[in-house]
């Protein structure tokens, strides 16, 4: 089920957000934000944050919000983050369809994802999947501790 998220969700959407960026390897954050800095970004008021549960347990998050003010505010951004003890079940794909259908019902026109990371193979194929396309690249954009500077890829689909 997804839905969108309440403060009471805060702290198993923290706990999420700060395995996935420990690795340092498809987020920008440092790897030791801190929650308050991280929940203000994930979930500020001016976004759409909802969450994906199992049984009453949170094991995704998502946020979209618009990826520009004013004038580009028509296109929705997008971010996500699965537990990762939930990694490889389908929960990415599911909030990823959801949050077309969402953005779509908030009225967006298309949707730009501006940071995905080009070793994050996963992500890269899981966006293909669903209709993104990749429609820019900036070389060496990211700092991959494995990897040293990397690109990260635009993604963007019509809504």
Same mark, same amino acid.
């Given at each position: 089920?997804?839905?969108? &998220? /309440? !403060?009471?969700?805060?702290?198993?959407?923290?706990?999420?957000?700060?395995?996935?960026?420990?690795?340092? %390897?498809?987020?920008?954050?440092? #790897?030791?934000?801190?929650?308050?800095?991280?929940?203000?970004?994930?979930?500020? #008021?001016? &976004?759409?944050?909802?969450?994906?549960?199992?049984?009453?347990?949170?094991?995704?998050?998502?946020?979209?919000?618009?990826?520009? #003010?004013?004038?580009?505010?028509?296109?929705?951004?997008?971010?996500?983050?699965?537990?990762?003890?939930?990694?490889?079940?389908?929960? =990415?794909?599911?909030?990823?369809?959801?949050?077309?259908? %969402? &953005?779509?019902?908030?009225?967006?026109?298309?949707? !730009?994802?501006?940071? /995905?990371?080009?070793?994050?193979?996963?992500?890269?194929?899981?966006?293909?999947?669903? =209709?993104?396309?990749?429609? =820019? %690249?900036? #070389? %060496?954009?990211?700092?991959?501790?494995?990897?040293?500077?990397?690109?990260?890829?635009?993604?963007?689909?019509?809504?």
């Amino acid at each position: 089920m997804i839905r969108l &998220a /309440v !403060q009471s969700d805060y702290d198993d959407i923290w706990k999420i957000i700060q395995s996935v960026i420990a690795t340092g %390897e498809t987020y920008v954050f440092y #790897p030791d934000s801190d929650r308050q800095k991280m929940l203000a970004y994930w979930c500020d #008021p001016d &976004a759409f944050t909802y969450v994906a549960t199992i049984d009453q347990k949170v094991v995704g998050t998502y946020v979209i919000r618009a990826n520009r #003010p004013d004038l580009g505010s028509h296109v929705a951004n997008g971010s996500y983050m699965v537990s990762t003890d939930c990694t490889g079940k389908g929960i =990415g794909k599911i909030m990823g369809l959801h949050s077309i259908e %969402e &953005a779509r019902r908030l009225g967006f026109t298309a949707m !730009q994802y501006n940071y /995905v990371i080009s070793t994050n193979t996963a992500a890269v194929h899981l966006w293909q999947s669903i =209709g993104f396309t990749i429609v =820019g %690249e900036v #070389p %060496e954009a990211f700092y991959h501790h494995a990897h040293g500077y990397v690109s990260v890829y635009v993604m963007w689909r019509k809504l």
